[in-house]
């Protein structure tokens, strides 16, 4: 990932955070967010998001269980300042996700968009478990 779109990421992220927050979520660490099948749950990304995981990480070549993010360790996640957009928005306040979380996600979806275009990088939005295995096997995204 370029430098600049690197940083502009991180940028939307930041403000992304700050909104979240702003509505007094509390993450009481059950890791339940990181069992998408408890949730009956597909976690969709963005080739950006991916590539800034990608460039941050180590990724585990194994230990994927289906339905399980690979970096969900124990209670936390492993990879917290570098977690994708669907991991920032879902919080397991109900109220929350009904009232708020879809209007916050379309925003900074939108932005992420852009900033792919902006940096002519590839757009594609699929599961991140299955962009994170694509990657492992083929040694590149798309």
């Given at each position: 990932?370029?430098?600049?779109?690197?940083?502009?990421?991180?940028?939307?992220?930041?403000?992304?955070?700050?909104?979240?927050?702003?509505?007094?979520?509390?993450?009481?660490?059950?890791?339940?967010?990181?069992?998408?099948?408890?949730?009956?749950?597909?976690?969709?990304?963005?080739?950006?998001?991916?590539?800034y995981v990608i460039d941050s990480v180590v990724i585990p070549e194994n230990?994927?269980?289906?339905?399980?993010?690979?970096?969900?360790?124990?209670?936390?996640?492993?990879?917290?300042?570098?977690?994708?957009?669907?991991?920032?928005?879902?919080?397991?306040?109900?109220?929350?996700?009904?009232?708020?979380?879809?209007?916050?996600?379309?925003?900074?979806?939108?932005?992420?968009?852009?900033?792919?275009?902006?940096?002519?990088?590839?757009?594609?939005?699929?599961?991140?478990?299955?962009?994170?295995?694509?990657?492992?096997?083929?040694?590149?995204?798309?």
């Amino acid at each position: 990932m370029k430098i600049n779109a690197r940083v502009e990421l991180e940028s939307i992220y930041s403000a992304l955070d700050n909104e979240v927050n702003s509505h007094n979520n509390e993450c009481n660490a059950c890791g339940s967010c990181c069992d998408f099948g408890k949730f009956d749950h597909i976690l969709f990304t963005s080739i950006p998001e991916v590539e800034y995981v990608i460039d941050s990480v180590v990724i585990p070549e194994n230990g994927f269980v289906a339905g399980q993010c690979p970096f969900h360790d124990g209670k936390t996640c492993s990879i917290h300042k570098y977690r994708t957009l669907g991991c920032r928005v879902f919080y397991c306040n109900q109220g929350y996700k009904k009232d708020c979380a879809p209007d916050i996600y379309e925003k900074y979806y939108r932005m992420i968009k852009d900033l792919a275009f902006r940096y002519e990088i590839d757009w594609e939005y699929k599961p991140f478990l299955e962009s994170i295995s694509d990657f492992l096997i083929k040694g590149k995204l798309k």
